[in-house]
């Protein structure tokens, strides 16, 4: 008696699934971001008005955690249900924007590491904007805040920045009881104050108070203290860099190698 094997190509159990958890992950985090952004929103009354969105001068951070969210939903959606339905357009659609991606951040860098005068220029320009719509925005200021915490620093270039506000400029005009002064974030703390003062930053720029202004306040500007803080960290953004781009890689590895085990599929059954 003969036995014949009967040798068919037939899509890898282990790539499909390996694909589908993979994918999961960024699906329910996608949606866990965009349900964080909208319930922000919320907090703030902006889906009540969206006129709001556009009246706010700076830069709402909101739009940044809907763009993360709703980029890695879709993602880990086409990922998930291309593994499981073995659909190929999902799958190229998966592979073809992660790849789009992946060479964004490397030209991003590339360019970063050219054209570091224009950038620091950027940047610097960009942190001012933010300084105008500071009172604008909670998360703005927040986020704002933790950056001058962070890094022990005060406005883009130095504390005058905050005349670029209306709530701390010097003009003789203002009205606010915030004039001339600067936000708590840029105060120096002490450890031993259980308790944040959010007023030690008043009229610290006003004439009479510019001697003791380097006692209370930092007097150096966050682009300088990104300056600094980059080459001290290198490795460690080298790192996440590699990190993340190894993700990218293995997704894009197991999206092609499964289209092309559909395709074997396809061509044998035709």
């Known amino acids: 008696m ?4 009967y040798e068919n190509a037939e899509v ?5 699934y390996l694909m589908f958890s993979y994918n999961i992950i960024f699906w329910l985090a996608g949606a866990a971001f965009i349900a964080i952004g909208f319930w922000a929103w919320s907090e703030k009354g902006v889906l009540l008005d969206l006129t709001q969105v556009t009246r706010l001068h700076g830069f709402d951070p909101v739009w940044l955690v809907l763009l993360v969210g709703a980029v890695t939903f879709i993602l880990g959606f086409a990922g998930c249900v291309g593994a499981l339905r073995e659909n190929i357009c999902l799958l190229r659609f998966f592979s073809g924007v992660i790849g789009f991606i992946f060479f964004l951040e490397l030209t991003a860098a590339v360019l970063a590491l050219v054209f570091q ?5 950027w940047i610097s320009d960009f942190f001012i904007a933010n300084v105008k719509g500071y009172r604008d925005d909670i998360d703005l200021q927040n986020l704002i805040d933790s950056l001058q915490r962070l890094n022990n620093c005060c406005g883009a270039k130095d504390p005058d920045d905050w005349n670029q506000n209306v709530y ?3 003009s003789v005009t203002n009205p606010s009881r915030e004039r001339c002064g600067v936000p708590f974030s840029c105060c120096i703390s ?8 959010t007023q030690c930053g008043y009229d ?3 004439p009479e108070s510019v001697s003791k202004l380097p006692s209370v306040i930092f007097k150096r500007g966050c682009v300088n203290a990104l300056e600094e803080w980059l080459p001290r960290n290198i490795y460690i953004v080298a790192g996440v860099f590699i990190v993340i781009s190894l993700l990218q890689m293995v997704g894009i590895f197991l999206a092609r190698t499964l289209i092309s085990d559909i395709e074997k599929v396809n061509n044998n059954y035709y």
């Open 2 to 5: 003969y036995y014949y094997r």
């Open 204 to 206: 610290i720029r006003a």
């Open 168 to 170: 701390f400029n010097c």
């Open 190 to 197: 002490d450890p031993a104050d259980t308790v944040v003062n």
């Open 117 to 121: 005068e224009p950038l620091k220029g």
């Open 12 to 16: 890898s159990c282990c790539y499909k």
